[in-house]
């Protein structure tokens, strides 16, 4: 089990996450690896957040007799990923739940401030309905993270969860500092932030890794 523990953060340290993210970190693993490995995790890291959905009782019919099943209640939610990295988580839970809408939220951050900036913002005329599973592969400085749940409540989301990789306590910190409402999932928290805002020992540019642009 993990040693760290905070309020509203769930860490998923189930032995075929940290396999699969032990992996990953390694400088050596391929583009392709990397991107396979993070639909994975993605997948398993999904079924941990959806795990208390509400259902609603479903009549219906079997091969062999009547009987009441349960399906999900109320609309469709929706997964957001910041962009660019965020596309990684995104496959791998739409196999999971592929009715699911997508919003996404476009943000870069600035070399100097390292605070986050938006470019790009779209979601369903009516998120404000649904459950909103922010996905980020890292939760560094927790600026985008906040930016992109600031931009979601503007659209009058009540209902949100973020999802990400591999997180930071300074990222923690602040995240939950800024939403205390929003509940965090990560695959792992590591020790600290260097001084350009990266994850220590983290595994390195997620976008990078993932797109091939190293």
């Known amino acids: 089990m993990t040693a760290f523990a905070a309020d509203g953060v769930t860490v998923v340290d189930h032995p075929l996450v940290t396999h699969k993210l032990s992996i990953m970190r390694a400088k050596e693993t391929s583009t392709v690896q990397f991107r396979t490995l993070l639909r994975e995790i993605s997948t398993l890291l999904c079924y941990e957040v959806t795990r208390e959905l509400p259902l609603e009782d479903w009549p219906l019919e079997t091969p062999v007799g009547p009987t009441t099943g349960r399906k999900i209640e109320g609309k469709k939610l929706v997964f957001v990923p910041i962009l660019r990295a965020g596309l990684g988580l995104v496959e791998g839970m739409l196999d999971l739940v592929p009715s699911a809408r997508v919003a996404h939220v476009g943000l870069y951050r600035d070399p100097e401030t390292l605070e986050a900036v938006e470019y790009y913002f779209r979601a369903p005329e009516d998120v404000a309905d649904r459950l909103c599973v922010v996905v980020d592969p890292m939760l560094a400085t927790g600026g985008?993270?906040?930016?992109?749940?600031?931009?979601?409540?503007?659209?009058?989301?009540?209902?949100?969860?973020?999802?990400c990789l591999v997180a930071a306590p300074e990222?923690?910190?602040?995240?939950?500092?800024?939403?205390?409402?929003?509940?965090?999932?990560?695959?792992?928290?590591?020790?600290?932030?260097?001084?350009?805002?990266?994850?220590?020992?983290?595994l390195g540019d997620a976008g990078d890794r993932l797109f091939g642009t190293r």
Request: proline share 6%; charged share 25%.
């Open 144 to 163: 985008s993270a906040i930016a992109a749940i600031d931009r979601l409540k503007a659209r009058g989301v009540r209902d949100l969860r973020f999802v």
């Open 171 to 202: 990222g923690v910190a602040r995240l939950r500092a800024a939403h205390p409402d929003v509940p965090v999932w990560a695959a792992a928290v590591d020790g600290h932030l260097n001084d350009h805002g990266y994850i220590v020992p983290g």
